[in-house]
């Protein structure tokens, strides 16, 4: 579920980071240091001097080199909440949030009388210890964080300043693209810089270089640490499951994705270009996008009745259909939402009637839709009200979750005749 602020944010405190925080290595003669000056602008003297030092390292882990100049500053938690409101009548408006809540509701997702955009503002406000800002193209770090944790902060950041010299973030994540490729999207950004950070952090506990490459699947260890840390954040703790899915799956997933790029490719390519995925599916199994055949989601498009208006339309994912599993049936179901391949959902209107959803779905193959069915079905029947039933989909398997009348809707493969 993507109705979030685009701003790339650190979800954790870095206090709880600081028994890996490392000590700044000095990495050339005062004359080198000179020369490198003009790479960083900023008002605070001691705040430019530390991204100078992590500069360097910054770019050859992440494979990217500045090619402008960046500019760090820092920001008090008034200024944070005031760039965050912004954000969020910028890309979440009041209307935009009622039509994303009113159809997340209809799968027994949120609550209806939630305020989404009030709880977004306070798990952003509580959590937030940096963020880079599109833009301005400048990293801001929170006053009054931990010295030991700063650089942490600047390092995942400092990622995030060379991303969008290399390719455009906004566009990337553009809401255009779909619920479901701005997750893939958002999950690369934010995995990649959370790999150079762990790394950078790592090789200087250590003292001596390491390749997160070679070692086992960094979103396997981070997970319990994070799920661990939601019990320190009270706004995060008491959002729904979807909305702390959302937001812990691209430092999770993003980073096994990337690493799994990192070590089938040497040399560190880019995630962005050839090997940016199109799909949480994809992000999940790295295999699905990074294989010798790209396993691409198909797209549906759903066909409405005359008189009937759509209030709100998008995908959800293999991941929020995990979600959406666990929600209704338990945290061990997650792993039928595997064998998804494409969804589309809509909140429609007809005059004189209540709103109804339906939501579309078309997998693998048949075993797939039928595990899913089988576990579903009788949840939603009784906790929403909805029917949900076999379709055929152009030749495919699918299935269809419904609410209210639906009667006329249609469904086809985006391309098909």
């Not at 070679?214 to 979807?242: C, K, N």
């Not at 799994?260 to 999940?284: C, D, I, M, T």
Request: neutral net charge; proline residues 6%; hydrophobic residues 45%.
């Amino acid at each position: 579920m993507t109705g979030s602020v685009r701003a790339a944010v650190v979800l954790h405190r870095p206090a709880r980071l600081s028994f890996l925080a490392f000590v700044v290595i000095s990495l050339g003669c005062a004359g080198a240091e000179s020369a490198q000056t003009a790479r960083v602008v900023s008002a605070d003297a001691a705040l430019r001097a530390a991204v100078l030092d992590l500069l360097p390292d910054v770019e050859r882990l992440s494979g990217l080199r500045a090619r402008r100049p960046l500019r760090v500053e820092r920001r008090d938690r008034a200024q944070l909440e005031r760039y965050l409101r912004a954000q969020l009548d910028s890309e979440l408006p009041p209307a935009l949030a009622d039509r994303i809540r009113e159809a997340y509701a209809f799968l027994g997702l949120l609550p209806d009388d939630l305020d989404l955009r009030a709880l977004l503002l306070q798990v952003y406000t509580e959590q937030v210890a940096g963020f880079y800002e599109p833009d301005s193209t400048a990293l801001f770090v929170m006053a009054g964080n931990p010295p030991g944790g700063l650089e942490s902060i600047l390092a995942h950041e400092l990622v995030h300043a060379l991303q969008d010299q290399h390719t455009n973030l906004d566009s990337l994540t553009a809401r255009a693209r779909g619920n479901d490729q701005r997750v893939a999207a958002h999950a690369v950004i934010e995995g990649h810089a959370t790999l150079v950070m762990f790394e950078s952090m790592l090789a200087a506990a250590t003292g001596g270089a390491v390749d997160i490459s070679e070692l086992p699947d960094l979103s396997q260890h981070l997970g319990p640490t994070l799920e661990a840390m939601q019990g320190q954040f009270p706004a995060l703790q008491r959002a729904p499951l979807i909305l702390r899915q959302s937001l812990l799956f691209p430092y999770l997933g993003g980073a096994g994705y990337v690493q799994a790029l990192w070590r089938q490719n040497a040399g560190r390519p880019s995630p962005f270009g050839r090997y940016f995925p199109e799909s949480s599916e994809q992000v999940l199994d790295p295999e699905r996008a990074l294989g010798a055949r790209r396993d691409s989601p198909t797209e549906l498009v759903i066909t409405l009745p005359v008189g009937a208006q759509a209030i709100h339309s998008d995908n959800l994912g293999q991941l929020e259909v995990s979600v959406l599993l666990q929600e209704h049936v338990g945290p061990s179901a997650a792993d039928l939402a595997r064998g998804w391949d494409g969804d589309r959902f809509v909140v429609l209107q007809r005059q004189g009637r209540d709103r109804a959803f339906v939501w579309y779905s078309v997998w693998d193959d048949a075993s797939a839709r039928d595990r899913l069915i089988r576990a579903l079905r009788g949840p939603v029947q009784t906790r929403l009200r909805a029917e949900l039933i076999p379709v055929d989909i152009a030749g495919r398997p699918g299935a269809r979750l419904s609410v209210g009348d639906v009667s006329g809707v249609g469904v086809r493969i985006a391309g098909a005749r």
